[in-house]
C-alpha cells in the first residue's frame, strides 16, 4: 500500500472517532469558517480532516483532499517567502498568521488569510496542526486598487512638482538675470558719480554727489547679495550690514572708529530690500560723517533682534551727539529719506541724543516684512 492511501486510511480511522457527538469535531464541521486538521506525526503533515467550509473556499472533493499536504493550494505565483514562512513555522512547532496567494482546482487564485497552530497531547507532544482559510481576494484587490492609485497620485505630484521645480528654477535663473544687470547700471552710475564727484571743485556739490554714491552703493549691494543667494525671494538683512559696514567704514577712511555688530538673522522679501538697505546706510554713514569730528575716536553699535513681534534694528554710536543749535533748523535730507522709506516699510523710527551720542531704533513689524 502506498503512503497516499496509508495517509486516506488514516484519516478516515480518525473520522470515525471523532463524530458528531464529539464538540470539537461538530463545531468545525458546523462552522463557516474553511477548517483542516494535519496529522503532525505522520511523514509529511497530510492532511486527515477537512470541513465543508474548505471543499467549498478550494473546490476540491474530500478524498481529494484527505491525505495530501496541503502544498497543493500554492501556485505558479505564490511567494517563496510565503511559502517558507510557513514551513519553518511548521518545523518549530509555533504558530503563524499569514497572507499567502493559494490556487482553487480550477486554477482561479484565491488569497488566503492563512492561520495555522499546533495542538498537543497531555506529553507536550505536537500531534496535530490546526488551519484555518479565510478567502481575502476582495480586500487585496482593494487594497491594490489603493496602491495603484497611490502610485498614480505619486507620479502625478511627482510630475508636477518637476514642472513647478523647472519654472522656479526658471523664474530663480531670470530674476538672476535681472539682478545681474540691474547691478551692471549701478556700477556704471556709481562710476560716473565718482568720476563726477572727482571733477566738480565745490565742496557741498562734491559731498552731495558723495551722498548719493553711497546711497547706489548700498543698492548695488543689496542686488549683490541677491544674485548670490539661493533664494532670490528673500533677502538676509545681517548679512547685508556685514558687507555694508564693511564697505562703508572702508570708503570713509576712518579706521579711527570702530563698528561693533550683534546681529540675529533676518529675512525680508526681496521688494522690500532696497529700500532697509537705504535706511540703515544712511544712519551708518551719518554716524560716521558726523558723529566723530575732527578725528575723534568712538564706536559704532548696529543691532538687529527679535522684540514683541518687531524687528528691531539699532544703530547708536558715542559721539557728540545732535547738535542742540540744530534742533529747530528742518531736518536733513538724509534724515528726510529715512523717515520717507519708513513709511513705505510701515516701520517706526525713533532717535534719541539725551544720554550722549546718538541712538537712532527702527522697528519693523514681522508680520510686515513679508
Known sequence: ????????????????????????????????????????????????????????????????????????????????????????????????????????????????????????????????????????????????????????LEAAVAARTADLSRALEQKTALLHEVDHRVKNNLQLISSLLLLQARRNEKPEVKLALKSM???????????????????????????FVRDLVSDAVGASGRADVVVRLNLERVDVAASKAAPLALVINELLCNALHHAFPGGRTGHIDIGIVRENGDFRIEIADDGVGMNAAGKDQPPCFGLNIVRL???????SIDTDSSHGGVRTIVRLPINGVH
Open 341 to 347: 522709506l519708513c513709511q513705505q516699510l510701515r516701520a
Open 213 to 239: 554714491l553711497e546711497r547706489v552703493n548700498a543698492v548695488a549691494t543689496v542686488h549683490r547679495r541677491l544674485f548670490q543667494a539661493e533664494d532670490v525671494q528673500r533677502f538676509d538683512v545681517a548679512e
Open 1 to 152: 500500500m502506498d503512503d497516499y492511501a496509508k495517509s486516506v486510511r488514516a484519516g478516515a480511522s480518525l473520522a470515525a472517532k471523532h463524530d458528531l457527538d464529539d464538540p470539537f469535531v461538530a463545531a468545525i464541521k458546523a462552522t463557516r469558517m474553511s477548517m483542516i486538521v494535519t496529522d503532525a506525526r505522520d511523514r509529511d503533515n497530510p492532511i486527515i480532516f477537512a470541513n465543508d467550509a474548505f471543499l467549498g473556499l478550494t473546490g476540491y472533493e474530500r478524498q481529494e483532499v484527505i491525505g495530501r499536504n496541503c502544498r497543493f493550494l500554492q501556485g505558479v505565483h505564490t511567494e517563496d517567502a510565503d511559502i517558507q514562512a510557513i514551513g519553518r513555522a511548521v518545523r518549530e512547532g509555533r504558530d503563524i498568521a499569514r497572507d499567502i496567494l493559494n490556487y482553487r482546482k480550477d486554477g482561479t487564485p484565491f488569497w488566503n488569510a492563512l492561520y495555522v497552530s499546533p495542538v498537543r497531547n497531555e506529553a507536550g507532544e505536537i500531534v496535530y496542526f490546526f488551519g484555518s482559510q479565510i478567502d481575502i481576494t476582495d480586500k487585496k484587490k482593494a487594497e491594490l486598487q489603493v496602491l495603484e492609485s497611490r502610485k498614480d
